[in-house]
């Protein structure tokens, strides 16, 4: 607080608390400096400020509590004004229709079969601090400048080989773009791909969080179904400029996409001229059958983006993604990355491109895959011996859940609330044309010795609930 010349002393401080009551500088609740020692502060008389306090409290803006000093007092409709949000800017029409982030809170239950959750205990810390301490040193950081937006090239050629090695897709390290997980290689795909209004194709059931990149892009989203043969290639539109697909594992009901289809997915794309986003999000942990090539190896004309993900492997919280892309778009996916945020983070990106390099992600994701195989027969084996009687396992054989589908109609939204309240967590399954209602069953977090008495007691739960 200051005070400007020698006239109206008490309405300058009056005006001045009033002020910062109104426009939320100072909350309810707040002290006030006592009338002496704001009288010493600004060198004025202590009538003048008691004076000032006086009319502050006769008009509600603050009260004195006996003897424990003055605070402040927010009227009720400042209050609301302020919830409300008193600024007159707002954001455009668009990001109404994105929906708010999910978070995924640390819930204190004894069985959490949520989705997007990965095992934390079986992360090997002390080796990936090891790799991020040798970066976070005067010689490995350089001269600490920024880096090629598209990321390090140790870390761009490591991926390029582990996709290589593993998912049969052909990659020169200059077709990969590093991003900060695979949620934002969409985001920029959006920015490159979409004019507003334009149309865009996504699985229905999908992951609905890709497809708010593409809402915030201005797409005009079309549903298609899916089916036990993955997404029906017949039911796209010829308008759409993309399409964003899970081939490999379908997300979230599980199949994976034939070769007939995947034939068919590709001749529509090189009819109509639309790209094909390739979401493989989690192909490192497969279980059984036979796996299918990525639509990346097996397209010829340059249509499939192929995103990926060491987020499910390592930590989500790390989020690493990457995109591969067509030499065509590089550039621009070079460009958007460094608008939006430069490049990822380079000690970061150094130590995932060691981990690659040297062996240790390789060894990491076969003990995954070991402890995520038992998890997964353990939940299968016990939906079929204790929920068979309610719900219906969707055959899959990979990913870190598993879809169920109800024999009869039930409130998906109703199950997992009675679910919580006897300390199980899992994701509800929505019902859409074709598929659901249902439940989704995660293992990525759920010890072993956990599953078997988490879904027998969920089959309880079940029974327990009225009839549909």
Known sequence: MSLSGRTDLTGQVYRQIRAAVLDGRLRDGDPLPSVRRLASTLGISRTTVGTAYERLASEGHVRTRGGAGTYVEVPHEVAARSAAGCSPLRARPVWDLVAEPPVLAVLDVPYDFRLGMVDVTEFPFAAWRSLVAQQLRPGPM?????????????????????????????????????????????????????????????????????????????????????????????????????????????????????RRRRAALLAWARRTGAAVIEDDYDSEFRYGGRP????????????????????????????????????????????????????????????????LQDGRFARHVRRMRTIYARRHHAVRAAVAEHLA??????????????????????????????????????????????????????????????????LRLLAQVLDTLPAP
């Open 142 to 258: 350089g001269n600490g400048g920024h880096i090629d937006p598209a990321g390090l090239p140790e870390l761009r050629a490591a991926l390029a080989r582990h996709v290589g090695v593993s998912r049969s897709v052909r990659a020169a390290p200059e077709d990969v773009v590093v991003t900060n997980g695979s949620q934002q290689a969409m985001d920029l795909l959006a920015r490159l791909l979409v004019e507003p209004g334009a149309v865009v194709a996504v699985e229905s059931p999908g992951y609905r969080i890709s497809r708010q990149a593409f809402i915030a892009a201005g797409a005009d989203l079309v549903a298609v179904p899916v089916d036990g043969e993955g997404l029906v290639v017949d039911a796209l539109p010829d308008a759409a400029v993309a399409v964003v697909v899970t081939p490999s594992h379908q997300f979230p009901m599980g199949p994976v996409m034939s």
């Open 292 to 355: 299918l090539e990525p639509l990346h190896a097996l397209d010829q004309d340059g249509h499939v983006i192929y995103v990926g993900s060491l987020s499910k492997v390592l930590l989500p919280t790390l989020r690493l993604g990457f995109a591969v892309l067509p030499p065509s778009l590089v550039p621009a996916m070079r460009r958007a990355k460094h608008v939006t945020d430069w490049h990822t983070e380079v000690p970061l990106q150094a130590a995932a491109a060691q981990f």
């Open 389 to 454: 009687g309610h719900v219906a396992a969707v055959p899959s054989h990979a990913g870190l859940h598993i879809a169920t589908v109800f024999h009869r109609p039930r409130d998906p939204d109703a199950v997992a609330a009675a679910a919580l309240e006897h300390g199980i967590a899992l994701h509800p399954l929505p019902a859409v044309v074709g598929n659901g209602p249902g439940m989704l069953l995660g293992y990525g977090a759920t010890a072993l010795d956990r599953i078997e008495p988490g």
